[in-house]
């Protein structure tokens, strides 16, 4: 089955410089790839997606990137804000209605 | 986005009793949820897969009998934890798939038993 890979598990960033989180999935069907943002004690919110046909997607300060050869997609986030603050998920999906597989959580910290 | 309800938000139960967590998709209709369980600082965990007019698909590792799971309508699915015990406080959340493949997360229902 798809395994996805999530890096760093802990990010702290000064407030405005920007943030990166790399995932990576092992299986090459995989074509739908979300991010979703969970602050605590809710749910994951999603914030930006890609689909396998795309190489990058932008979102005014957040963006997303794919590489399908090398089998990864990072989340960008720049001017970061300390409402950033929160745990990261990325996860892979193959098809409508199939589970996603998630990454580990990046938890993000943005230093006022 | 669409709109996914959970209810209750928040449950406090003794051991030996029986918890529902209702999942609604508010505003589309869902043939498939998904539910899911989350220790702290840790990744969502699949449990199940909710069908609509069938019966659930379990992970491995995830007792049938114990985590009940009935999608009743297009809009609704339930998890009943049966004879809970404090190893099943945890967080639950459950989603829903839009038209896009997108999924649409529940804000997530704490359990705790005491």
């Known amino acids: 089955g798809e395994n996805v890979e999530q890096h760093p598990s802990t990010l702290s960033v000064q407030e405005g410089d920007s943030a990166v989180i790399k995932c990576t999935y092992s299986?090459?069907?995989?074509?739908?790839f979300p991010w979703y943002k969970q602050e605590l004690g809710k749910g994951p919110q999603l914030i930006i997606d890609?689909?396998?046909?795309?190489g990058e997607k932008k979102d005014q300060r957040i963006a997303v990137t794919l590489n399908k050869t090398a089998k990864h997609f990072s989340l960008h986030i720049t001017e970061t804000q300390p409402e950033d603050s929160a745990v990261y998920f990325c996860?892979?999906?193959?098809?409508?209605?199939?589970?996603?597989?998630f990454g580990t959580g990046t938890s993000l910290t943005v230093i006022p | 986005g669409a709109v996914v309800s959970q209810h209750p938000s928040r449950v406090i139960c003794k051991s030996g009793t029986s918890v529902k967590i209702e999942c609604r998709s508010l505003?589309?209709?869902?043939?498939?949820m998904f539910w899911y369980r989350q220790f702290p600082k840790q990744s969502l965990m699949l449990m199940a897969t909710?069908?609509?007019?069938?019966?659930?698909?379990?992970e491995q590792g995830v007792e049938k009998d114990k985590f009940l799971i009935n999608h009743a309508s297009l809009t609704l699915s339930t998890l009943t934890v049966t004879s809970a015990h404090p190893e099943d406080s945890s967080f639950y959340i459950c989603?829903?798939?839009?038209?896009?493949?997108?999924?649409?997360f529940g804000p997530g229902t704490r359990l705790t038993v005491l």
């Open positions: 909710s069908n609509e007019g069938s019966k659930a698909t379990y």
């Open positions: 505003d589309f209709q869902a043939t498939t």
């Open positions: 989603s829903a798939p839009g038209a896009y493949n997108e999924q649409f």
């Open positions: 299986d090459s069907a995989s074509n739908y």
């Open positions: 996860a892979a999906s193959i098809r409508y209605g199939n589970q996603f597989y």
């Open positions: 890609i689909r396998s046909n795309v």
